[in-house]
């Protein structure tokens, strides 16, 4: 047997990091030494559900997981168009109508987070090193290209030939890439560029927090009969709150967030613990004055965290020497879209791709991760403006440019209706096209760079 051509470290073992050493294991087989550090005891997935979309069921489909994850999803997917979220203007007292309901290829697949966690981390290559408790701290190389050295909380280290921070939106490898950068540029003078270097290093607050919770559909029917959260994905929307909900577990559970926002302070930073529990009265409290159906919902529950979104606008790099950004650790992004994992599937997807060529070898790992950069971060950056806009106009903090030309009142009949619009626009993006045509780019920019190396 052949040695591996080079060592990739993955740090962070959610939906991202597993996907991309299922590329890897796909497309290069032995021929990348892959180890997986995750700072937990074990594979574990916070947040209970996730939406895919015909883009992302593109990539599963590329990995021979739709069998697997068409069995945990509410449906089975089907190519014909479908109905997907219903949306309503509730901040109101009096029952509402759905204004509009999103039709889409494919419709909203959704599954319970840690359901399809699994189904990934069961297809990892018995080849790969999987290692738990292991949360880096930072990274460090003593030379250009000499290995990369990560050091993990608990005093050990491990070198490869090039790593990939997937490692959340507090991503160490991001805060320790961006620390360098800073110092680099205040080291050639250039105090402006260092500080704006700095603004990356940690993840900005957007001003809203979702209170989450996962309650049983029986018990909803139950307390609330024929209450449509069981069944269809809802949108719910008011001035600065939404709520949304959707089916998980085939059916069986329901799951749904509120969301507050205080848009004036987008942009701080949150210290202390980003996710905390809180009584169901902080949450309730604030849909007093909203319609009936939504009141019902949030009151099945009586077990609600409290996270704080965050995201990261406008990250200039997701790449610097041998160390790649995966993930939340490049583009954390709001909620409004249903985009942070699939975006992270198809930063996998093209990443893992580029390494597996045969043309990629560890002196021109650079160059490589170049060409992942030039591909990724254009499409990374702008789900993440287009999430923030969308959850803005949910919220009547963005007015369309098609609501603003009508001279309509956004929360008319009228004004609604081109909300919808926008909105439709806004979610396009994930059947628009399907990343194939990404990967080809990147095939091309790889094999026209490397001939030329």
């Known amino acids: 047997m052949s040695s591996p051509r080079f060592r990739v470290a993955i740090c962070g073992g959610g939906i991202g990091g597993v996907t991309l050493a299922l590329v890897l294991g796909k497309y290069?087989?032995?021929?990348?030494?892959?180890?997986?550090?995750?700072?937990k005891g074990g594979f574990a997935e916070i947040g209970a559900g996730i939406s895919i979309w015909k883009r992302t069921w593109f990539i599963l489909k590329n990995l021979g997981l739709e069998r697997a994850i068409g069995e945990i999803a509410v449906r089975t997917p089907v190519e014909s168009p479908q109905p997907s979220f219903a949306f309503k203007k509730s901040d109101v007292k009096e029952p509402t109508e759905v204004f509009w309901r999103m039709i889409s290829p494919y419709g909203t697949i959704t599954v319970h987070r840690a359901d399809f966690l699994k189904i990934l981390i069961e297809r990892l290559p018995k080849s790969y090193g999987v290692h738990?408790?292991?949360?880096?701290?930072?990274?460090?190389?003593?030379?250009?290209?000499?290995?990369?050295?990560?050091?993990?909380?608990?005093?050990?280290t491990s070198q490869a030939d090039m790593l990939v921070g997937?490692?959340?939106?507090?991503s160490p490898t991001r805060q320790t890439t961006y620390k360098n950068l800073s110092a680099e540029a205040e080291k050639q003078g250039d105090l402006a560029e260092a500080q704006r270097l700095q603004f990356f290093i940690r993840p900005h607050w957007t001003g809203t927090y979702i209170y989450r919770s996962l309650v049983d559909t029986e018990k909803?029917?139950?307390?609330?009969?024929?209450?449509?959260?069981?069944?269809?994905?809802?949108?719910?929307?008011?001035?600065?709150?939404?709520?949304?909900?959707?089916?998980?577990?085939?059916?069986?559970?329901?799951?749904?967030?509120?969301?507050?926002?205080?848009?004036?302070?987008?942009?701080?930073?949150?210290?202390?613990?980003?996710?905390?529990?809180?009584?169901?009265?902080?949450?309730?409290?604030?849909?007093?004055?909203?319609?009936?159906?939504?009141?019902?919902?949030?009151?099945?529950?009586?077990?609600?965290?409290?996270?704080?979104?965050c995201q990261i606008r406008g990250l200039p790099h997701y790449v610097s020497g041998?160390?790649?950004?995966?993930g939340d650790a490049a583009h954390a992004m709001t909620t409004h879209l249903g985009a942070g994992a699939g975006q992270a599937i198809e930063d996998a997807f093209v990443l893992g791709q580029l390494l597996a060529d045969e043309l990629t070898t560890r002196s021109k790992l650079e160059t490589v991760l170049g060409v992942y950069e030039e591909i990724r971060l254009p499409i990374g950056n702008s789900y993440v403006e287009r999430s923030r806009k969308t959850g803005l106009a949910y919220e009547f903090n963005y007015t369309p440019e098609s609501v603003l030309a009508a001279g309509v009142d956004p929360g008319s009949p009228e004004g609604l209706k081109l909300l919808s619009t926008f909105?439709?626009?806004?979610?396009?993006?994930?059947w628009g096209y399907m990343p194939d045509k990404d990967w080809e780019r990147a095939k091309e920019k790889l094999h026209k760079v490397l001939s030329h190396s």
């Open 28 to 39: 290069a087989g032995q021929g990348i030494q892959v180890d997986l550090y995750d700072a």
């Open 132 to 156: 738990f408790n292991k949360r880096l701290e930072h990274y460090t190389q003593e030379s250009d290209e000499g290995p990369i050295t990560l050091h993990f909380a608990d005093g050990t």
């Open 166 to 170: 997937a490692d959340g939106n507090k």
């Open 220 to 309: 909803l029917l139950k307390i609330c009969p024929g209450h449509p959260a069981a069944t269809v994905p809802l949108v719910y929307i008011g001035k600065d709150r939404h709520v949304v909900s959707y089916p998980i577990s085939r059916g069986k559970l329901v799951n749904f967030g509120t969301f507050i926002s205080d848009v004036g302070r987008e942009g701080e930073f949150i210290d202390g613990p980003m996710v905390v529990d809180v009584s169901s009265e902080e949450t309730i409290e604030p849909f007093a004055d909203w319609e009936p159906e939504v009141k019902a919902l949030l009151q099945c529950s009586n077990k609600y965290s409290r996270w704080a979104i």
């Open 322 to 326: 041998r160390v790649a950004l995966l």
């Open 423 to 430: 909105v439709y626009d806004q979610w396009s993006c994930h």
